[in-house]
């Protein structure tokens, strides 16, 4: 069919990352398209082409053979306002049959699998298209040649650096405690000791904050591949945002779609981790699999299963790769918030006195696992090692380092609205609901609103008395502090018993 | 969490369906539930409810403290611009684990399966949670247990209709064959030789006509349940969009879900059809299964086994049902869009003599079994009964009474556009690609433009010499005129063989 040219108009709707091409009802390619849900169009500028949902504008939102583009939209075309784009019916997706095929209880190959990521990673399948992919690949229903293949393709699907040395060290924690901010003290660490670890880290999609939301607050963590290189090439280490860099593409966008399905696949966890690694150009990594009953994983059975499929799809890829099992029951350190996790992170490396010291030692302890491991500390002697860099002030130099080389080390800021929130009566502290705590630092405006979140006062077994400070609210903005307060009117998120648990 | 009132404004967006909220990114509730694809959020104006997916708005589309709400939003909610909404985050929907659950390869029972259905008739499954749930049924992972069990959750999540008397008559053609409007001519046949036939239609989705679309050219379809009982007690029959009635609302969501993945599962498929049925209030439904490599079922094979689950279910439901195979090779009829097929249904009724026999034949096949089936003529003899109430003009004058019932019987328009596409060469005709022709129809306007469509000239097999018309286009505006052409340049829609087929 020939295209339409319409102009493009800006409108400023964000559809959070699925592209929708916005039409007026009026227009020929709308009518001939039709109108269910889910019509696609490709929509073409200059070289660029992406394909898009169509929603139909009844309104005077657009003129006569004007168009629009949801807000991701534009900067895959590369588009600004006044350009012409030329619609047409979106080409057909063959890999679709593939995923057809797998939902009828077909095997993948490595070939069907590199064509649904690639049309994935190119944005040719829309939020409803991925929902069937995962949900057939969900229930255990990859076996492990299929889980290596998917990885395989979706490290192709991006770009995948190379450091040009030996061994280059990652680490990454499965299922988020909320505070569970150890990645720039295990970097610190290992970077002082001499190894190479450039990190990646992604933004919070449903915490309160993500290790960049974090370390944004400190240093600038937005740095292409070249400004990266350089800090590394400097320091050893590094700590980046790795949205801005298209290391397995496809990942993030099947992780916003998986996540509202609540599917928790072991399969597409362990290439959706390691896909991110290989393509980070790690050659060792680390990872911490949390097991509790508020944790992702919650029995040493589901962990056992879990290190397994890691270790043989590692593996496979000739990634060097340890499991580490912590333990997953309440919030690590104090802050929950990118600045409140800072100032955790900050009186770690600093060694102050009133520094976590669940956040410290469960560093310590990746940090450990991971000198041995890379070949600089004998067994047995990492931690001891890792303990030193720490005392010493080392790790501490190292940050400092890393983040000036970064563009400057600046303090978090501290929240202007704080308000406690008591105890409304004696007990000993007997659960955390780490789901609803992330909430409140949310509401109270995380991680959009850097300082805000809240800061933890008690640890599960602490008593308390009536009115004891169990945490206190940080916000940014009344409004913000008042609907935090609001919802947990109606939501508890500590459990007080009368007597101390067994 | 206590919601945030927000003033709506109307945008005029139509999202095909599916609920969106537009809101601005600075207000609470936006920073609240963060931004990952497909946030849900509850939105609610008095005693109503939507859930609906949040997208952000960056612009001044709305003022702070306004939101608006995509186009089916506003009759759901009653809203009307101005009106304060509260929104507050999406109830859990507790259905999702049994959806999960069956993703993991467990049988659905039959509460959860009115859960999960009674959830999508709310509007409370977005799209994606939806593909998920068919993902996880098709491939024949629904046992006849479970596609009993739908069909009774599909029924029960709308109204259902009694009609006070048996036998209720229905018909239903399963996979769409341009131009196969058999329906109110098998309706005028049946209602004048007795039988209570209340039927009701849909729209075209991805056709250039649905039955509703082709009667609406002659009467009003869209009648309420009082007024459509009326036309039923007066005269026996009647033609109605069942778009207005809310029988089996659940199927309407998960068809536009289901098309765009291309999921054909005949279980899917049967709870579909028979769920409309049975909420519709039929005792005995006749179903037309055209069968050919044009056609939704392609072999003999797939129809028997469609056949069988359709018996069973049916019979599960107390239902009468027959199938009738028919031939799936070429549209039927000649013309293609709303008023062209009306024309064809007129000619047929009225009995003038270029009446489409393909129509006739067909609409005579099915009528003569349901006139047997309900009981109305001895086994053998309802095709000649059929034929005497067509031939008689019974039929006609029945379908003239139950028009004048609706509000009165008009003339079809005619495209003031009419342009023939010749044969390029000589030949005999050796095939038509049924999609491409309601392709070449919807591109031409139909089925918004009622008059649009085309008109076929000749039938497969027949010897055609360079520069005669294969089919006329017809359109209502000369920009669809040209649209349909320019596609028919580098869409061939008819095979042109040299020689005669053996």
Known sequence: ??????RLRPLGIDTQKEFVVYMRR?????RAEGFEAQTRVEVALRKRRIVATVNVIDSELLAPGEASLSASGWPALEAAPGDAVTVSHAPTLDSLSAVRSKIHGHRLDAGALNDIVGDIAKGRYSDLHIAAFLS????????????????????????RIDWGGWPIADKHCVGGLPGNRTTPIVVAIAASAGLIMP?????????????????????????????????????????????ALTLSPADDVMIR?????GLDSDAQLVASVLSKKIAAGATH????????PNAKVRSDKAARSLQSLFEQVAAAHGLQLRVVRTEGVQPVGRGI???????????????????????RTRSLALAGELLEFCGHSLPGAGAAEALRKLDSGAAWSKFQAI???????????????????????????????????????????????????????VRLGDRVEKGTPLFTLHAEAPGELAYAKAYLLSHPVMLLAEQEAP
Chains 1, 2 share one sequence.
């Open 257 to 261: 779609v998986e996540r509202p399905l």
């Open 26 to 30: 009026d227009c020929h390619i709308c």
């Open 285 to 292: 990594a680390v990872i911490d699999i949390p097991v509790g």
């Open 337 to 359: 918030g990118p600045a409140l996790e800072a100032h955790d992170v900050l009186s770690v490396l600093k060694r102050t006195q009133d520094a976590p010291s669940d956040l």
């Open 199 to 243: 990190k990646t880290s992604s933004r919070a999609i449903t915490s309160a904050a993500g290790t960049a939301d974090m370390m944004e607050t400190l240093t600038s963590v937005d740095l292409a591949l070249p400004a990266m290189r350089r800090v590394v090439e400097r320091e050893g280490g590094c700590f980046v945002w790795g949205g």
């Open 136 to 159: 057939a690949c969900a229930g255990g229903r990859m076996d492990l040649r299929e889980t290596i293949d998917l990885t395989r393709a979706m490290v192709g699907a991006g770009d």
């Open 1 to 6: 069919m020939s295209g339409a040219a319409l």
């Open 403 to 457: 983040c000036a080389a970064q563009g400057g080390l600046r303090e978090p800021d501290v929240a202007p609205l704080r308000e406690p929130v008591l105890a409304d009566r004696a007990g000993y502290v007997s659960g955390m609901d780490n789901r609803r705590l992330a909430r409140v630092a949310k509401l109270a405006g995380a991680p959009g609103a850097a300082a805000a979140g809240l800061e933890l006062h």
